[in-house]
């Protein structure tokens, strides 16, 4: 049985594995937890690695915290302090955020199904709109048929969540999750896209190969950073991790390699 230790911090956090070693630190995606990291996180600690998975504002154990990006930056590098950031989605977000704004805290960068931002205002505010639609619709229907819905969007392929997976997605709240489409959703976001030529350490950018959409965009991420690689997942859509979680840990680790080379 994994032990797991519960952190102090402005985030809901755990870690596993010797204190001593390189760090990971993993970061969810909207409407999930630090949980749905845990099974890759679990194969990393097994390779001797310090793990550590995280609650995102509006989420889980940190359903109270209001942030934005930039402030969810801030409370990542308090939490997970120097070491490689893998972030799905929404953390994947939150961790290009951390990257740009604390370049020196971040070793190696993994992004899977990440969106760097809008650069259309147009697009950005009917982004905007079509968030402000979830929220009322989450008010409307209440977290366990939205999370049903969610799940269900073309989106996410043939993804099925277990009962434990969406026990642990039913932690969260409609106030929480509210606030976090309202403050970090991708209509509330800058774009990202001009400070990628910035990033200093080995970006790799992951998507599934049933996910078009963001194939292509991580296949953009990759070309722009001076050190980026690119990784398409086969029998995946946009939650790769949960769908493939030993090809995922597999090339975590070798970011990991990468940068320690």
């Known amino acids: 049985m994994s032990e797991w230790r519960s ?35 679990e194969r990393l600690a097994d390779l001797g690695y310090l793990v550590t998975v995280v609650d995102l504002p509006g989420h889980g154990n940190s359903s109270h915290v209001r942030a934005d990006l930039r402030r969810t930056a801030d409370m990542l590098a308090t939490i997970g302090g120097e070491g490689t950031y893998v972030g799905y989605s929404l953390g994947g977000r939150a961790c290009l955020h951390l990257a740009v704004m604390y370049p020196h805290l971040v070793q190696s960068l993994v992004l899977i199904g990440t969106n760097p931002g809008i650069d259309d205002d147009a697009e950005r505010a009917a982004r905007r709109d079509a968030d402000d639609e979830l929220i009322h619709r989450m008010h409307e229907i209440g977290v366990e048929a939205f999370l049903r819905e969610w799940t269900a969007l073309p989106l996410f ?23 976090s489409l309202q403050m970090a959703g991708t209509g509330s976001q800058g774009s990202l896209w001009p400070r990628l030529m910035e990033l ?15 194939a292509a965009i991580a296949k953009q991420i990759a070309d722009l950073v001076p050190d980026g690689s690119y990784r398409l997942i086969d029998g995946a859509a946009h939650a790769a991790h949960l769908q493939q979680p030993e090809t995922v840990a597999a090339i975590i680790a070798n970011a990991v390699v990468l940068y320690l080379s």
């Open 7 to 41: 952190l102090s911090g402005p985030l809901a956090a755990e870690q596993f594995g010797p204190k001593d070693a390189l760090r990971i630190n993993f970061v969810h995606g909207f409407t999930q937890t630090g949980n749905s990291w845990k099974p890759v996180a």
């Open 157 to 179: 392929g043939s993804l099925q969540l277990t009962d434990e997976q969406m026990a642990d997605r039913l932690r969260n709240t409609v106030e929480g999750l509210s606030s």
């Open 200 to 214: 200093n350490m080995p970006v790799v950018a992951i998507a599934g190969a049933d996910d078009t959409k963001f």
